[in-house]
């Protein structure tokens, strides 16, 4: 009798996985589809890929305006074309915050992160623990060991192509992960202007000096404890049924609320991309799982919630896919699966 597999099967099954462990380099004009390209200013920045220090491009200034609103350049007077020894020293910092490989150069995976729809909030932070970080001065809400939080979403300021129950519960969501993780509870309330959290959509300058841009770009944002303000896009197209939205820069309103109130409750961005509080989402996906830095954050702040216990987290981390594996250790170990099986 034949066995199932040889040693020629073997190396064929290797060679045509090898494009998918290895792929190979993108062309800049491919990185991004233009129809998911956050907006026009951000859609030029394709063009410097694999500029690095001395690099002279046109447009390269408005490049320094976006790492400058999100906290990694100071200088705000004469951005220039030229990418000089502060713009290099901004980049690793991005690099470095975001998880990316460290290489002061726009290499294609920094490229793609910059034009990736983010979060609002600056990366600028003070406090760095692990991959986790707090706002300066970690504020974080009242000083109890138990407390209850209400929100409310403002009467002016909605989006009318969903119908309000379903906003409401997307947000009732949100809230439950981290009340699930921390001893703080959250209740919906009627009165807009006493609530602590308050939540509304708004499009460009809506007067709080972070105006939005459209479509895509930044999606949202929210202010540190105990300001409360939590602002989304109107903008965008918001979901919260990617089966019931056949656009394709469909944004889910459950996984960036969850991020959002992250921040609302004091925590600043991760470095670790699994995680809520990770700075970007792409259109498309759904994101609403506090991982494990996300917990550790907040928990270090607000103390543990009594009946959370951290392996009902690992475990949905396992089954939801987010154990994530180098491809050379699965080439490794479909070797050695199938030498078992020979």
Same mark, same amino acid.
């Given at each position: 009798m034949y066995p199932f597999f040889s040693y020629n099967t073997l190396f064929f099954l290797i060679l045509s996985l090898l494009p998918h462990l290895f792929p190979a380099r993108t062309a800049p004009g491919a990185l991004i589809p233009g129809r998911l390209s956050p907006n026009a200013t951000w859609n030029n920045f394709v063009n410097f890929i694999d500029a690095g220090k001395g690099a002279n491009f046109s447009g390269m200034s408005e490049l320094k305006k976006y790492f400058h609103r999100f906290g990694y350049l100071h200088v705000v007077d004469n951005f220039t074309d030229v990418f000089d020894d502060s713009f290099e020293s901004a980049v690793v910092n991005y690099q470095r915050n975001l998880g990316l490989t460290v290489i002061g150069k726009l290499d294609e995976g920094t490229v793609t992160q910059i034009m990736s729809p983010r979060c609002g909030v600056s990366d600028e932070i003070i406090h760095v623990t692990k991959n986790y970080a707090y706002f300066s001065g970690e504020p974080r809400w009242g000083a109890s060991a138990h407390m209850t939080l209400t929100y409310a979403f403002s009467g002016d300021n909605m989006i009318n192509y969903l119908s309000f129950s379903d906003v409401s519960e997307a947000f009732r969501r949100s809230f439950s992960r981290w009340s699930t993780?921390?001893?703080?509870?959250? %209740?919906? @309330?009627? =009165?807009?202007?006493?609530?602590?959290?308050?939540i509304g959509f708004y499009k460009g300058d809506h007067g709080d000096q972070e105006p939005f841009d459209g479509v895509l770009g930044v999606l949202a944002h929210a202010f540190s404890p105990?300001?409360?303000?939590?602002?989304?896009?109107?903008?965008? %197209?918001? @979901?919260? =049924?990617f089966r019931s939205s056949e656009s394709k820069v469909a944004v889910d309103l459950e996984s960036v609320a969850t991020h959002e109130i992250g921040h609302a409750l004091g925590l600043a961005h991760s470095s670790v991309k699994g995680a809520i509080m990770y700075p970007s989402l792409s259109p498309r996906t759904k994101k609403v799982d506090l991982k494990i830095d996300d917990v550790e954050g907040i928990q270090a702040l607000y103390g543990s919630n009594p009946n959370f216990h951290y392996s009902s987290l690992i475990e949905s981390d396992v089954s939801s896919g987010w154990v994530v594996m180098n491809p050379m250790k699965w080439l490794i170990y479909l070797v050695v699966f199938v030498g078992v099986v020979l």
């Open positions: 993780v921390i001893p703080v509870n959250f %209740t919906e @309330a009627d =009165d807009y202007s006493s609530a602590d959290i308050k105990e300001n409360g303000r939590l602002h989304f896009d109107e903008a965008e %197209t918001w @979901a919260v =049924d």
